[in-house]
Structures are given as structure tokens and as C-alpha cells.
């Protein structure tokens, strides 16, 4: 649940109401089957794929199904501008569809869908009878490789990466795979040099310049920043990020040492950790934040190279920046249970189940969706507000803090509320 | 002679073979915290559970299927820390060195635990070199090993029955000892000092980590 | 001593690396991982270990093998390590491959040998060492590599591509709905109570097990979920080979994938190396204590879904079966007895293998073994005779391996010995004898 951007949401429906979106439970009485339920971002919206009688499927958006159906559809999404998305196929073509329509070309597979950060960009790996691409915005890659396993959409959706492989392998050719079959391509095209292996990329804020994890021999892996890799090389790294409006990048990487936080391949915090990884860039574009484990079994997060005092057992998650930067939040788990830490304290309150913590826009409280004992809740600032939800989708602060939008699902009633923030404590 | 080997000898023996026990524990705690699991997989409950199943004869499965192992082992080792410790000649030594007494055993019971220790010793011998899987693995360092452990027990039988030249006899025997003492630390005979601890980790990893026996 | 000649193998990941290869490289190497990835419980067990030659009687290669010491666990690391250290890692390329024969292909690491140790000495450590040492200088035989390359590569141990994941499980889903008709693989559900993954074997060529877990599911109503990305596969082969940074981090991908969907726990399917990488090597390398989400394996899942009544038996399976406990499951996680229970519960003639539990036989497949290929599989069976023994002493007509490597393991001796047997998953029985009620039948 990390702060998305939503293009729309000045002109959502921001007034404070409680209003019913659908008898989601009238559904599973209409149709044979019910999948998924999302919720669109400003929450008017709930949809499922869901079955036909004549066995077809095809989504269903507050209760009325699309003119389009399909032998299979999956992968249900609502872009952050609102268009609902869908992978589906008829007589073995697949393709995507936007708001009930097929998009123009169709494919032997599609699959991977994403959106772009901005939202306007939509794309997905695809597979043709001459091999693998990407089809972003409706356009397909000219090149097609003999295998693709990822897709990235840049920050503005007008450009696709993702990892390819370049030349046929046959299963236990070992010799040939130690040549270096992969790479990356970026709007089709691939980087000069092939690598052993390419994992995952990252694009530049600005869309121009691609990162990703890439190992040179075994043993040996670094970060390639468009196709060249950094003059370092590591026992191991991971995911690349861009420092935004820069050329800089940084990942975490294996020395000696220990793990270090790189940044263009030289130590950027001057400590090494038993683990470091998740690194998320401020709301200022320069605070550094990443889950660290100083000692075996034990997580914590670091600040700029300044780790929080206490320490988590099981698992730290993804830190979460408030609007100004000075506060750190993120799921913890400890001992099995599940709950939230902020600044380096945990909630007294544990659960089966967190996901990652909101900001309110000014910083002074901290939301949390959680699950424990069948149910959903919202916690704010550590304490269960509101009541127990058979679903909780997610919620969003308008611009100004003021209000909070609550997608919901209570009694079989799918809800769209709107509450005062004030009102949270 | 007498008068160095049962004095400066067995001093520096002792200095040696504690000083050297206390720099292998010393190393070990050291490199247990590179090897990063073996502090946070270390638990007193299976440590002592993996201890006592293999500190009481036949309560493992290998211990009752190789039975007459596990009997001379076990009479061997006794006897082995017994003896020196409780030997009506070492203790006189001390008390006449510390004025510190401690109590003894019989001459009879003593006779028949070295007795055994050089059985033991005999077994074990036989065993490299009659047993392919051990005659396999077996260096000459191990018949030097066993030689060590040996010696200070048939020279003190051999002097009590004074067979030979006693005082030679008792010479040769402070000096084996002496020099058993030196090479526990450094030698694999430190598998006294790291027998509770090897046991203790693989029983702590079976029990609170796999939550399996392992014995 | 008048040993037989080992047979020699050939194999391309051993002969071309050893070609290529020379002492310097080798020794440079070796004190490498020797200074840097080793510690205590290394030099602690060398030097603790007083040649008993006590941990033979535990090793299925050594009984198996005529008492031949070359197979004993101790006498795996005079072969290997001892020799090693003695010459300060200057040793030959030659050297280095039959220290790959035996540590990647002579021996399970299965840790039987440790339960009777008098030390308890974990000597299939020490030959993973050797595994480690081996895989820095390229040695590994040929298609464990190959395996390894995959995992790198898609992360999944057989090259299965995203797409034919995907396509596989909307295929296995049609077929269970053509059963149970609420049959569901939910892709990508967040929050769901299980996050179910699997060996890559069971798309590429068991995909009927990934329908028979769905038709579970449904009867049992599970809310439950797969990937559709990478992440699925819970194998891990790098593991096997020694190289822990492509184990990291396709144990990583496992994990990240549950973590992301939010999934309460990972249930996993039948499989027992799987197990371990995903309990206890993937996540110690990746710096967690425990599973950062609770990994159940399928028989500790299955043992819940009939104790609680979830699944109910219509009818016990009446042919007399027997079980291959798998060592990563039962020596690995004490569910020994759990997967007894659950095989009396459905199975009407359930004759006990002796020895069991903790002490039970490896099936010579699991370690890694079984995926060095078909040049070693001679000796794998041969390495394995106890084992058909075992197995036949019990007169059953089907054995239950609830797990993939002992499956296959186990059809080699079944074929090598002659045996007449046949190999089942748990499920597969599960699925004969489930109680299916009529609103769910189509």
C-alpha cells in the first residue's frame, strides 16, 4: 500500500459520505464464480472477473459485466487514473483490455501487466510466434528475443525494459552459458555487452537511463548502468534505485565485509551488515532509507547510515517516508506476530498481518491496514479506528490532509467512505 | 631427574595443558561468532538433551548397534580421568606439593582401572587396524595419539609392579604423562575440551532448530 | 588394500574444468573459502574428529557399497578435505574432480552420519565445504550445473519460462474445475492464508499435481494463492552445488514473492530438499533465523486439513503401502511422525520401514545427487542397496515419498533392484480416498 500517485484525485469525490458501491454479495448469487475483488482509486468502483453462465469470463464493475467476454481472463487492475485492465483470451489469442476494449493486436501470451508511476503507461511481456517483447501503450517492441522475464514502464510510461536472452540455449549446455546469453533491452533494443545473468532494472527518474543487477561470472556480480558495469564487483547485489533528477545510482552489493549500501559502485554508508536491501529514497530525493540486518536473525532500518535502536526478529519491510522526510515507518514482524514500527518504535497492538504504513500528509499520524482474526481493520497510530471489515482496500488522504478515503467491505457491501482526518484520533 | 620431572615437569605440563585448554576455548568462542548461526541456534535445553543422550551408554541408536564400543569407551574414559586424579601416589604428590588432600582409591581398584585403560588402549589399536573403515582414516598420528594415552598407563602399572628399575620406570611415567598433558590442547585428544560443545551445537540444531533427535 | 577400481564417469562439467584448471588456481581457492566462509564449527570438527570411523554404519553409499571405507562418511573427508588442508589446497585438477565425484555425487549431505558421530560431527558440513571449494573452481558436474544455470536464470530448477508457468496452472485449473467444480488457482491474491509453491518439476512434468492440489484446496476451502512471477519454485539446486549467492538469492525470490502478496504462511508441495533450502540454508545465508514467513511443508499441511476434518476420508486406500520418510523433513524437521499419522489415517495396510524416523535411509537421489544426471546414475543406485532392501523387506506394493527427489530416487531403485514396486505422492492417494461432497461434484 505505498503512496501511489493518482493523477485524478483532485477530482474525486472528496465530500464527507458513506456510500454503498455494490451488494458484492448479490455476485456470487448472479454468476457461477467470483475471482478477485479491486476497488478503482477513487473507490467508485468495485470489480471481479467473474463467470458467465455460458462458462465465459469477463469482468463485472459494480455489478454489470463487460460486452466483452473471454475463454480466460485474469490479472484484473485498475491503472492509477482509474481504466480497468484485464488479460484475456479467446480462441488461443490473448490480449489486454482496457475498459472492455481488446486492444488492437493479440498475442500467443500475455502476461506481467503493470502501470506506470504516473499511471498513463500501461505495458506487459508478450510472446509471438517470433519470440518474446513487450507491448507498452498499445504498441508492440519490433525486436523479439528468445526469452524476456521482466518488464519496468519509466516513471512518465513512454518507455519499457526488461531483461532478454539473447541467443537459444540448449538444456545443459554449459559451456555456451557461460558466454553470457543475457542482457537488457530498453525500448527493444539491447545494450551492447551480454552479461551471464540480468535480474532486475530501474529506470532513471527522468525515464533516460536504465540500472539493473547483472553478474559478469560466477562469483562475480555487479550493477550495469546503461550496459556498462560499474568497475567494482561484489560477491553478490541487489535491485538498483536512481537517486531522482540524477545519474546516480544505488544498490546494495556483498564485500568481504559484509553488505554495504553502494552508491555508483564506491560505499556510500561507511558499515557493513549482515544484510542490507529494500533501500527507498526520501520524499527529498536525497534521505536514504534501507532494511538492515546488523546482526545475524536481527532487522532493523537505517537512516542515512543510522540504524533505529531496536531491533526486529523476523522480518523488516519496505521503510516508508512521511511527506517531510523526518519520520520512518514500516511493517515489522517479531516473534510470528505482525505490526508496525515508526521511528524505530513498535505498536504495542500485533496482528496476522500488516501491509505497509501511510503518512498523513502531515506526518503526525501513521495508518496501517492490518488482518487478524478473520478481519480487516484500519490502525491508526497503533489503535484499531473503526470497525472490523470483511475487506479493506486501500486508503488515500486528499491533498490537503483534511480527508481520508476508505474502500471497504462490510456485511457484503462494498463501501466507498469519505471521513475527516480529524476524526481518526 | 626425579627431582625435575616430578616437580618443574609436571608444573609446566599443567601450565601448558591448561593454558593451552583456555587458548583453544578462548578461539573457539572467538570463530563461533564468525560462523554467525552457532550463537543465535545455541539452546541449553537441547544441548543438555544431546548431552545426556550420548553421555550415557546405549542411550543412542549407534552406541547399542556398536555395543562393544561403546563398553570399552566408556571404561576407558572413566578410567582414563579417573585414575590420574584419584591415585592414592598422585594425590600424596599434590599434598605433599599443597598440603591439599583429596580422597583416594584402593590399590586393587586402582590396578584393575589401568588394567583396563591399557585393555582399551589394546582394543582401539586393534581396531585401526583390523576395521577397513577406520584402518581408511587412520594417519600415523593416530597411532602416535594412542601411544600417548597409553604409555602413562603402562608405565605407572609397569612401576607399581616395579617390573623394572622403579625409579627409572617412574621417570619414564611422569614423563609420559607430562607429555600427554602438553599434546591434549594441541592434538585431536582436545576432543575432550570440545566434545560438550560439538554435542551441545549439533544438539541444539536438531532439537531447537530441526526439531529432530539426534541420537 | 585391495579396493575395486571406481568406475570412471565421464562427465563434461568435471573434465573440461579440469582441464582448464591448475594448482595455483585451485589453492588460491581453497584458502580463500577456508579463511573467509569458514570458522569454528570447521576447524572445531577437524579437530575434534579421532578417525572412529564410528559414523560408517549410518552411510546407505558405505553398507551399500560392501563396507568399501572410500564411502564412509569419515572416509569421504580424508579423500577430500584432510588431503586438502594437508596440502594447503595445492592439490590437482584431478584431485579437485574426484573431490566433486564424491562430495556432489557419492554422498546426500543427508546428516544421518551426524546422528552417529559420537561428536556429532556434521560431516555433510564438511563435504559441503568441499561442495563450496568446488563450485568457486567451476567443478561441478554437468547437469547439476545446468540445474543451477536455470535456477539463476528464471529461478526455477528446469528453465520453465514465465509464460508457460502461468499458461500451466490456467490449464491444471481447467482440469480441476472439470472435477471440482469451485476448483481455483487464484494468481496474485493479496492476503490469502496460503501462499502455495512448488518444484519446477511439477509444471514442466507433473502439471496433474498442481490439479490435484487445486481440487484439495476446493474441498478443504482454503483461501489460498500462487505467483504468477517468479518465485514460485521453493527448489534450490545452488544450494546442492556450493553457490550460495544464487541460493540466496532464488530463496529471496521465494520469499519476496510470499511477503509481497501478503500471505499468512507458504505452504509448499511434496518435496524435501526444498524444504531445506527454503527452512534453513536460504534464509541463514539471507540473514534470516527462521522463515520470515512460517513454511509449512505439504505433509505438516496435510496433517492439519485431516486432523481438523477439513479433508474427510471416504474410504481407506487398501493396498498395503509402505513410506520413504524423506531426510529433509524428518531428520530436517522432526515430521517423522506426523507423516505416519497421516498415512494410518488414510491407508488401510501401512507397514512400517525399518529403520525410520530420524534413522531412516536417505533415498541416494536427494543432496543434489539425483541432479547430476544420468552419467551418475549407476552408481547412485548402486550407492543404494540397503535401501531396496529396506523397501522390500516391508512386502508392500506402494511406496509413499513425499518428496520430489525421493521420487524419483526411488523409482531408480525400484527399477535398478527389480522391486514391483510403485512410487505415490501423499496426494495422489489423498486424492483416491478424499470425500468429495455432491455440491462440489460436477
Known sequence: MSPLFYPEKDSWDWDPSSREISNIDQW????????????????????????????TFTPCINGETWENSFEKAWSLKFSPDGRLFCLGMNDDEWTIIEDDRPWEDSFEYVWNLKFSQNGKGAGANIRTSDGYGVLLNGEVWENKFVQMRSVELSPDGVSAAGNIQIEALSEGDVAKFRQGLWNIAVDGKPWDSNFLNVWDCSFSSDGGIVAAEVRLVSGRQTIAVDGKAWKNDYRAVWKPIFIPGSRDVVA????????????????????????????????????????????????????????????????????????????????????????????????PEKFGMVWDPVFSPDGKHVLAKAWRDDSYMLVVDGKITGPAYENLFDFVFSDDGTKLLIKCVENGLCFRKVIFSKDLT | MYQFVS?????????????????????????????????????????????????????????????EVTIVTFIFHICLVLLPIFLLAHVAMFAFAWGAKWCVMSAGAANYMTLAVILACVFFLLRRVMLPEVQFVTYVSDYVLLAIAFAPFVTGFAANRQWFDYETTIIIHMICGSLMLIVIPFTRLSHMLFFPFTRAYMGSEFGAVRNARDW | MGLPAIPIVSDLGLDETAKALNTEQIATVVNRILDQETAARFKVYLNTCVHCGLCSDACHWFLSNDRDPRFSPVGKVKQTLWEIIRKKGHVSPEFMKDCSRIAHTECNVCRRCSMYCPFGIDIAYLLLVVRRICHELGMVPQFLQDTVNSHSVTMNQMWVKQDEWIDTLQWQEEEAKGEIKTSRIPLDKEGADVFYSVIAPEPKILA?????????????????????????????MAMYSGDFEIMGRVERAHYESALKLK??????????????????????????????????????FYHELLTTGR??????????????????????RGLGQKLREIISMVCEDFRLPEPGLEHNYCCGAGGGTINCGPPWKTSRVKGNRVKAEQLAATKAHIIITPCHNCHSGIEDIISGYKLGMHVKFFSEILMEVMEVPDELKC
Open chain 1, 28 to 55: 456470487k448469487l448472479d454468476f457461477n464464480e467470483v475471482q478477485e475483488f479491486v476497488v478503482s482509486p477513487d473507490g467508485q468502483k468495485v470489480a471481479a472477473v467473474v463467470q458467465n453462465e455460458d462458462e
Open chain 1, 252 to 347: 546494495p552489493g556483498l564485500t568481504t565485509e559484509g553488505w554495504k549500501l553502494l552508491l555508483n559502485g564506491e560505499p556510500l554508508w561507511n558499515k557493513s551488515y549482515n544484510q542490507i536491501w529494500r533501500q527507498t529514497i526520501g520524499p527529498d530525493g536525497r534521505k536514504l532509507a534501507a532494511v538492515v540486518s546488523p546482526e545475524f536473525g536481527q532487522w532493523t532500518i537505517a537512516i542515512d547510515g543510522i540504524s533505529w535502536a531496536k531491533t526486529f526478529g523476523d522480518v523488516v519491510l519496505d521503510p516508508v517516508f512521511s511527506s517531510d522526510g523526518k519520520r520512518t515507518a514500516a511493517g515489522v514482524k517479531e516473534s510470528g506476530k505482525w505490526t508496525v514500527a515508526v521511528d524505530g518504535t513498535p505498536w
Open chain 2, 7 to 67: 616437580g618443574p615437569l609436571v608444573w609446566i605440563a599443567f601450565a601448558v595443558f591448561v593454558g593451552g585448554m583456555v587458548y583453544q576455548f578462548v578461539t573457539m568462542l572467538r570463530l563461533a561468532q564468525k560462523d554467525k548461526v552457532i550463537y543465535p541456534y545455541m539452546s541449553l535445553k537441547y544441548s543438555l538433551r544431546s548431552l545426556f543422550h550420548w553421555i550415557i551408554p546405549f542411550a543412542s541408536r549407534n552406541m547399542r548397534a556398536r555395543y
Open chain 3, 208 to 236: 496433474q499435481l498442481i490439479g490435484n492440489i487445486a481440487q484439495i484446496m476446493a474441498v478443504a476451502k482454503v483461501d489460498w494463492t500462487m505467483p504468477s512471477l517468479d518465485g514460485w519454485d521453493n527448489s534450490n
Open chain 3, 263 to 300: 500471505s499468512r504462511r507458504i505452504v509448499m508441495g511434496e518435496c524435501g530438499h526444498a524444504f531445506r533450502g527454503a527452512a534453513y540454508d536460504g534464509p541463514k545465508w539471507l540473514g534470516w533465523r527462521e522463515p520470515p514467513i512460517p513454511l509449512i511443508h505439504a505433509v505438516d
Open chain 3, 311 to 332: 479433508i474427510k476420508i471416504a474410504k481407506k486406500f487398501e493396498t498395503p503401502v509402505t513410506v520413504q520418510e524423506p531426510c529433509n523433513i524428518v531428520r530436517g
